[in-house]
């Protein structure tokens, strides 16, 4: 990629069309207009904070295969910028586009905390593990700022209710605290997500996450202080970060993880358009390669949503990368094991609060 036409510190180098507007509807920033014709430059690739208001915060999962039944977000569009994400696509029924408006246009939910509440408190909710960044990781940079996931957190906590997170940022540690705590009546398990052991290949696919240092130190601690912690090589991309299964897997298990999972990338809707000129423009000598292996784990398709194999693919290359999962599991965690989240305590909470009444 040319240094000097590339959008510095994004994944995507584009903004492709919202597939839910018709190409003969114009849609105006009035604002931007205003900058343009004023002489200003319109967009100075900077990160917009804006809140929106939802009626609920949990959602039900019906996917079969993701290995979720409820999840959450805090946070809409994520500033990591991580080219593959397959939460791109959800930024459209926003009216904004999976590519750049993704990574700079963050939705945020400052009534979380309380519409969280509000559900944990209803006599008809069953305890069941509720996942954080499910779609979106609630620790990307506007955690900082905002400090939603940590008032949620604070609400499992108070309500004696399990939570699963899944993150790529060492900002976890901040709730350390919290975290401990939620520990003691197992309640909590956290995901890290590492896809490579290079500081280069995380430059470029991941652009604004921690590094891989620091991803590995924040799993060191959180073990070391009784958190549980799976490791998610996701995605595997072919001829990218497929040849570090066994050391990723070792490096998971030395740092202390209990567990690990992967996932086979899959680019659906508009992701296949973002990564396809994303890789054509950082790796030029091997996109062909890469797509067209990427696609012979799908079908023939750069797109995949049969459930059943769009997680783990078909055909060799992903029958390869299925097995070296298979042998490092055997070889790295053979004796180690996570336990089952605690869904009784939330329950025992709810009758004891009942019986103050």
């Given at each position: 990629?040319?240094?000097?036409?590339?959008?510095?510190?994004?994944?995507?180098?584009?903004?492709?069309?919202?597939?839910?507007?018709?190409?003969?509807?114009?849609?105006?920033?009035?604002?931007?207009?205003?900058?343009?014709?004023?002489?200003?430059?319109?967009?100075?690739?900077?990160?917009?904070?804006?809140?929106?208001?939802?009626?609920?915060?949990?959602?039900?999962?019906?996917?079969?295969?993701?290995?979720?039944?409820?999840?959450?977000?805090?946070?809409?569009?994520c500033e990591?910028?991580?080219?593959?994400?397959?939460?791109?696509?959800?930024?459209?029924?926003?009216?904004?586009?999976?590519?750049?408006?993704?990574?700079?246009?963050?939705?945020?939910?400052?009534?979380?905390?309380?519409?969280?509440?509000?559900?944990?408190?209803?006599?008809?909710?069953?305890?069941?593990?509720?996942?954080?960044?499910?779609?979106?990781?609630?620790?990307?940079?506007?955690?900082?700022?905002?400090?939603?996931?940590?008032?949620?957190?604070?609400?499992?906590?108070?309500?004696?209710?399990?939570?699963?997170?899944?993150?790529?940022?060492?900002?976890?540690l901040e709730?350390?605290?919290?975290?401990?705590?939620?520990?003691?009546?197992?309640?909590?398990?956290?995901?890290?997500?590492?896809?490579?052991?290079?500081?280069?290949?995380?430059?470029?696919?991941?652009?604004?996450?921690?590094?891989?240092?620091?991803?590995?130190?924040?799993?060191?601690?959180?073990?070391?202080?009784?958190?549980?912690?799976?490791?998610?090589?996701?995605?595997?991309?072919?001829?990218?970060?497929?040849?570090?299964?066994?050391?990723?897997?070792?490096?998971?298990?030395?740092?202390?993880?209990?567990?690990?999972?992967?996932?086979?990338?899959?680019?659906?809707?508009a992701i296949?358009?973002?990564?396809?000129?994303?890789?054509?423009?950082?790796?030029?000598?091997?996109?062909?390669?890469?797509?067209?292996?990427?696609?012979?784990?799908?079908?023939?398709?750069?797109?995949?949503?049969?459930?059943?194999?769009?997680?783990?693919?078909?055909?060799?290359?992903?029958?390869?990368?299925?097995?070296?999962?298979?042998?490092?599991?055997?070889?790295?965690?053979?004796?180690?094991?996570?336990?089952?989240?605690?869904?009784?305590?939330?329950?025992?909470?709810?009758?004891?609060?009942?019986?103050?009444?």
């Open positions: 990629m040319n240094p000097k036409s590339a959008i510095k510190g994004r994944g995507a180098q584009l903004n492709v069309p919202n597939r839910f507007f018709e190409l003969s509807h114009e849609m105006r920033d009035d604002f931007l207009e205003f900058c343009k014709k004023d002489g200003e430059e319109a967009d100075k690739n900077k990160t917009l904070y804006l809140e929106v208001f939802p009626k609920t915060i949990v959602n039900k999962v019906k996917s079969p295969d993701v290995g979720m039944a409820y999840s959450m977000n805090a946070y809409q569009g990591h910028g991580c080219v593959y994400c397959y939460a791109r696509n959800s930024h459209e029924y926003w009216g904004y586009s999976a590519g750049l408006d993704f990574e700079r246009r963050i939705l945020v939910k400052k009534e979380a905390p309380k519409l969280l509440e509000d559900l944990l408190k209803k006599k008809s909710w069953k305890a069941h593990p509720i996942i954080m960044s499910g779609n979106t990781d609630c620790y990307q940079p506007a955690e900082k700022q905002f400090k939603i996931t940590r008032a949620c957190l604070k609400v499992f906590l108070k309500y004696k209710h399990p939570v699963g997170i899944i993150t790529k940022n060492a900002r976890i709730d350390l605290d919290v975290l401990k705590d939620l520990a003691k009546y197992n309640l909590i398990g956290v995901n890290i997500s590492i896809t490579s052991l290079s500081e280069e290949t995380r430059r470029i696919l991941e652009p604004r996450t921690a590094t891989i240092k620091k991803r590995l130190e924040t799993i060191r601690i959180l073990s070391e202080n009784g958190i549980p912690v799976n490791v998610m090589i996701a995605p595997i991309i072919p001829s990218i970060n497929s040849h570090e299964i066994l050391p990723l897997a070792k490096a998971a298990s030395d740092y202390g993880a209990l567990s690990i999972g992967h996932t086979i990338v899959r680019l659906n809707g296949g358009e973002i990564f396809s000129d994303w890789i054509k423009k950082t790796m030029p000598d091997r996109a062909d390669k890469v797509l067209h292996q990427i696609e012979s784990c799908h079908g023939g398709n750069l797109n995949d949503s049969r459930y059943g194999t769009r997680m783990r693919g078909e055909g060799k290359i992903a029958e390869q990368i299925n097995n070296l999962m298979k042998l490092a599991r055997l070889k790295y965690f053979r004796d180690k094991k996570i336990l089952s989240l605690n869904c009784d305590l939330h329950e025992a909470h709810k009758l004891g609060q009942l019986k103050l009444f």
